[in-house]
């Protein structure tokens, strides 16, 4: 009589009592991360200037719109972003739809602003992540799965 043998963890326990995960869902967490924390942290960062100086990157036609000087506008952006990492977090589906709707509003910013044209061919890569991780969130987000 043959006997069969469970594959084991580094820990000696079965691997059948852990969940394994798809590659989908590994890519919606690894996507959730990075759009909660990066938004929070660049947003932080806009009130300390401690990575960069963020007014070179507002277009004067922006900065002229906006009540006060360019680093007030900051402050005001960062408040955005931290509130959209947050919003990723919470709700990732309308997280991600946020931060794609945020990024497009930086790429223009960037595309009217000479000089920053490779920065906003990195925000439109950034930006068809936040999409997938929206979509993503439909199949992978349990609030979503349940509520279905």
């Known amino acids: 009589m043959a006997t069969s043998v469970s594959p084991t963890t580094a820990r000696g326990g079965s691997r059948d009592r852990m969940p394994a995960r798809s590659a989908s ?5 690894l996507l959730r991360s990075a759009f909660t924390v990066a938004p929070i ?6 009130f300390t ?3 960069t100086d963020w007014t070179q990157y507002l277009a004067p036609w922006i900065d002229a719109i906006v009540p006060g000087d360019a680093q007030f506008a900051m402050w005001g952006i960062g408040i955005v972003e931290i509130a959209a990492g947050l919003l990723v977090a919470v709700l990732p589906r309308w997280g991600g739809l946020v931060v794609a709707a945020w990024l497009l509003g930086i ?3 960037l595309l009217t602003l000479p ?3 490779d920065v906003a061919l990195r925000d439109v890569g950034l930006l068809a992540g936040a999409l997938a ?3 993503l969130a ?9 509520a279905a």
Not at 138 to 146: G, I, K, M, W, Y
């Open 25 to 29: 869902a590994w890519a919606f967490l």
């Open 41 to 46: 942290l660049f947003g932080i960062d806009k």
């Open 49 to 51: 200037n401690l990575l």
């Open 107 to 109: 790429i223009v910013n």
């Open 115 to 117: 000089g920053y044209f």
């Open 133 to 135: 991780l929206a979509l």
């Open 138 to 146: 439909r199949d992978h987000d349990r609030r979503v799965r349940t």
